[in-house]
């Protein structure tokens, strides 16, 4: 996380190097990436990157971190409006994120290149950013559980994990086989409709 001299700057210098520094982890996944590249469009000594943040992973994880924040809003705004339905919800954070231009190489690098440090930087999308005994109560009082199959609050654990599994996985095939955005919205759709409609016969 960056250091208290980067929450010092100035709101425009703070953005002006976080712009950059998006530029950079969207032109290239994480080992590529360049401290020099960040601070030559900065227009700060490298020195001065050292200050803000301790190398380029702790840049990099931030970053990911204040957007994925963004995406957890996105998701609770969406369950409040789709009235609790989890699967809905899912469709329009996949939909808005596919869709969102401003990210959309950042999130394809980091898609393509997912470690399990990224993906669980991910999981505050649909779990919330509080210590794991207090995520899953973050969500799901958004959540109308009367909706879902299941009889413990264990079993709703394993329905977001299978969802998030699910999920990520449509992520990585559309950024790997270069999928229109509506083509990716079809499968995802399809591959929620048949979780949510069982797949067996009863």
């Given at each position: 996380?960056?250091?208290?001299?980067?929450?010092?700057?100035s709101?425009?210098?703070q953005?002006?190097?976080m712009?950059?520094?998006?530029?950079?982890?969207?032109?290239?996944?994480l080992q590529?990436?360049?401290?020099?590249?960040?601070v030559?469009?900065a227009?700060?000594p490298?020195?001065?990157?050292?200050?803000?943040?301790?190398?380029?992973?702790?840049a990099?994880?931030?970053?990911?971190?204040t957007?994925?924040l963004?995406?957890?809003e996105?998701?609770?705004?969406s369950?409040?409006?789709?009235?609790?339905?989890?699967?809905?919800?899912?469709?329009?954070?996949?939909?808005?994120t596919?869709?969102?231009?401003d990210h959309?190489?950042?999130?394809?690098?980091?898609f393509?290149?997912?470690s399990?440090k990224?993906?669980n930087?991910?999981?505050?999308?649909?779990?919330?950013?509080?210590?794991?005994?207090e995520?899953?109560?973050?969500?799901?009082?958004?959540i109308n559980?009367?909706?879902l199959?299941?009889?413990?609050e264990?079993?709703f654990?394993?329905?977001?994990?299978?969802?998030?599994a699910v999920?990520?996985?449509?992520?990585?095939?559309k950024?790997?086989?270069n999928?229109?955005?509506?083509?990716a919205?079809?499968?995802?759709?399809?591959?929620?409709?048949?979780?949510k409609?069982?797949?067996?016969?009863?």
């Amino acid at each position: 996380m960056p250091k208290i001299t980067f929450h010092n700057l100035s709101q425009e210098k703070q953005h002006k190097l976080m712009t950059a520094i998006q530029n950079e982890f969207s032109r290239v996944p994480l080992q590529l990436a360049s401290i020099s590249n960040i601070v030559k469009e900065a227009k700060v000594p490298r020195g001065s990157f050292y200050q803000y943040f301790d190398d380029k992973e702790d840049a990099y994880y931030y970053l990911l971190s204040t957007y994925i924040l963004e995406l957890n809003e996105q998701f609770i705004y969406s369950l409040k409006k789709h009235e609790g339905d989890l699967f809905e919800a899912i469709i329009d954070v996949f939909q808005y994120t596919i869709e969102d231009d401003d990210h959309f190489q950042l999130m394809k690098n980091a898609f393509l290149n997912l470690s399990y440090k990224v993906e669980n930087k991910f999981s505050g999308i649909f779990q919330g950013h509080s210590r794991k005994s207090e995520n899953m109560k973050t969500i799901s009082q958004y959540i109308n559980l009367e909706l879902l199959n299941i009889k413990s609050e264990k079993d709703f654990e394993y329905i977001v994990q299978i969802l998030k599994a699910v999920t990520f996985r449509n992520f990585v095939e559309k950024f790997a086989k270069n999928l229109s955005n509506a083509e990716a919205l079809l499968i995802f759709r399809k591959e929620l409709e048949l979780l949510k409609n069982g797949l067996a016969r009863s």
